[in-house]
DNA sequence: GCCGTTTTCGGCCCGACTGTTTTCAGTCG
């Protein structure tokens, strides 16, 4: 048998046929539908590579047809495709790379590379720097001047920045905005809105009397390293850290319809514009117009049907209005077609946290100090769960110092009235499944967190037996962190989800959503794919110092990514159902 | 290449900005 064949992997596949395609010329809507096997690829929760073995299992998911359904199993049987080899031997590895500096597209690569003997980023700089591109049809000074400081710029660029750096960048530039004379509203949309782990630029939309004057602004804010364009309604800039911000000016009037087109995902919007058309209308972020089947009707002075707020775009197309965080194109159209849409938990309807550290392994609270923040942020419950003591390099607990931790917390459980102690434990899963703490050690708990955090780099295989050996013991209540994946660190845990969810089910044994922004583990696609599987979910801040009690609103957006509700997240039951909960196994 | 409540063939969203164009192409989101 060949190598296995991660999801990620298949998804790269993919991504190099569509640079290389790009580059080539191919037909445009090949190149998207190739994009969309290799995002669909990337966030699928099931293990493609198995789904490869059961005749049309592939072909079911949407985005995947025959035609990529056979290269992933000749990929999965033959460790190569025939056809990418191929086409790799067409083009320079060295051009792709190219297509991610902004401003330079498939076309101007071919053209570089066929007429300018451009192969890759060194040859490029070399050309760029000798002007002999200049003499290019099309390219001229300010072109070529252009993209060598956009391949300056993307050697200090941030790439994807985590969703806890964005939205603290964007609330700071609203309120900035916010203070602008003539402006009524301002809002962040994009990605960020849509609440994903990680922003590639930040959105911002401003509704203003005087949009000169708010462009102006925006550019001289503190902390600009660089103006990319500016015009009347969209300015977009790069901060001193690399990241790139875009204003977007419009009506007060079309507020609605831009927040809609601006907050996308671009894939949701397609299937709201196909629908637009299919229903007489034509849609985009001025409004819904009747298409009279010219372009452009907001300059042609026809007032739109709707625009002012999201709901009376969605009502006007038949639907219920969708959540942002659905907004992805997996099926939340045709559940809003129905209004079917579900209630997403809320930042407020969690009233427990069930894992945190103090001072005894590595946080900065004392139990006390714990229990105080916990009970200010208004929880019924909070769990102390400190480390287990092979994390060493966390302070974990030997045996000795937890039973004397354990009966410490339990000493201040009963002298607090107001909200309820447990004494827990996150207690390592060993690289083998079994728990870092002997049987009966862990009797003595109120609460086990089993989570992973050494040999995260084990086979896929092994990893699948190693978290289900863990949920199968009978101590377990909650899978911490399941993966052990860092955003933009490390990749953590591939196991075979669809059985790990299958275990959890069995056991009854919750999965936890880690809040903090570096984890969001499990993510969003996961926790979609846990509750299809009928799990439960634990959405937690892996507390450590009292700040990150604020972190929860990360673990909401991804929560609300995933299509979870409060019924569905055992944080947000009331303390006689919790506690009744984790004692039956 | 993918897909189907008009379609298994013929479509596949829409506009802004820039630079090079004498009316538009390329890129981006």
């Known amino acids: 048998m060949a190598t296995m064949a991660t999801n990620s992997d298949l998804a790269h596949l993919f991504e190099e046929f569509t640079a290389i395609l790009e580059i080539l010329g191919a037909n445009k809507f090949k190149v998207l539908a190739f994009q969309k096997v290799a995002r669909t690829l990337d966030s699928l929760a099931d293990d493609a590579a198995e789904l490869a073995r059961t005749p049309g299992a ?161 550019r001289d804010q503190p902390g600009v390293a660089k103006v990319l364009v500016s015009g009347d309604t969209k300015t977009s800039i ?29 894939e949701h919007n397609v299937k709201l514009r196909e629908r637009a058309i299919a229903q007489g209308y034509r849609l985009n972020e001025y409004g819904l117009f009747p298409d009279d089947g010219d372009a452009a009707p907001q300059h042609r002075g026809v007032q739109p049907i709707v625009a002012g707020t999201e709901e009376d775009v969605f009502a006007k197309l038949g639907l219920a209005w969708v959540p942002p965080e659905l907004r992805e194109d997996r099926g939340e159209i045709l559940v809003a077609e129905k209004k ?51 994390s060493v390099q966390a302070n974990g607990l030997s045996p000795e110092r937890l039973r004397a931790h354990v009966g410490a917390i339990h000493a201040i459980a009963a002298k607090r009235s107001d909200i309820i102690v447990l004494a827990g434990s996150e207690v390592d899963i060993l690289a083998d499944g079994r728990l870092d703490y002997d049987d009966e050690l862990l009797a003595l708990l109120d609460l086990v967190v089993a989570s992973p955090h050494n040999s995260l780099k084990q086979e896929g295989d092994v990893a699948t037996k190693r978290l289900i050996k863990a949920i199968e013991h009978p101590a377990v209540r909650i899978l911490g962190h399941p993966t052990g994946r860092i955003i933009n660190g490390r990749t953590g845990l591939e196991p075979d989800l669809r059985r790990v969810f299958a275990a959890a089910k069995a056991n009854n044994v919750a999965l936890e959503l880690n809040a903090n922004p570096l984890r969001l583990d499990l993510r969003d696609t996961h ?34 990514r995933g299509w979870l509700t409060a019924e569905q997240c055992i944080n947000c039951w009331d303390a006689k159902r919790l506690l009744a909960w984790l004692k039956r196994k």
């Open 58 to 218: 592939l072909e079911a998911i949407d985005g995947i047809g025959a035609s990529s359904a056979a290269k992933i199993r000749e990929f999965v049987e033959r460790g190569n495709i025939a056809e990418l080899d191929e086409l790799r031997a067409k083009v320079p590895p060295g051009l792709l790379g190219l297509l991610g500096i902004s401003g330079l597209g498939p076309k101007t690569i071919k053209l570089f590379w066929e007429q300018g003997g451009v192969t890759d980023k060194a040859s490029l700089k070399t050309k760029l720097a000798t002007g002999e591109l200049l003499q290019l049809a099309g390219m001229g000074e300010k072109k070529l001047k252009g993209i060598e400081e956009s391949i300056a710029l993307s050697e200090q660029s941030a790439g994807r920045i985590r969703l806890g750096a964005a939205l603290p960048l964007a609330e700071r530039v609203v309120a900035m905005m916010l203070a602008v004379k003539g402006v009524r509203r301002v809002a962040y949309a994009g990605s960020l809105r849509r609440g994903k782990e990680t922003i590639g630029d930040v959105d911002i939309l401003c509704a203003s009397d005087d949009p000169a004057a708010a462009h102006a602004a925006f």
């Open 238 to 266: 790069v901060t001193n850290d690399g990241v790139q911000i875009d204003l977007r000016t419009l009506p007060d009037a079309s507020f609605g319809a831009a927040l809609m087109y601006f907050t996308g995902s671009k």
């Open 340 to 390: 079917a849409i579900p209630t997403l938990i809320e930042l407020s309807d969690l009233k427990a946290e069930l894992h945190a550290h103090t001072r005894a392994s590595d946080g900065s609270m004392t139990i006390e100090g714990l229990v105080d923040a916990a009970k200010g942020k208004g929880f019924h419950t909070i769990a102390v769960t400190d480390h287990s003591k092979s």
């Open 527 to 560: 926790i979609k794919a846990a509750l299809d599987a009928g799990c439960l979910i634990s959405i937690n801040c892996d507390t450590h110092e009292r700040s990150n009690l604020d972190l929860a609103r990360y673990g909401i957006l991804t929560a609300r």
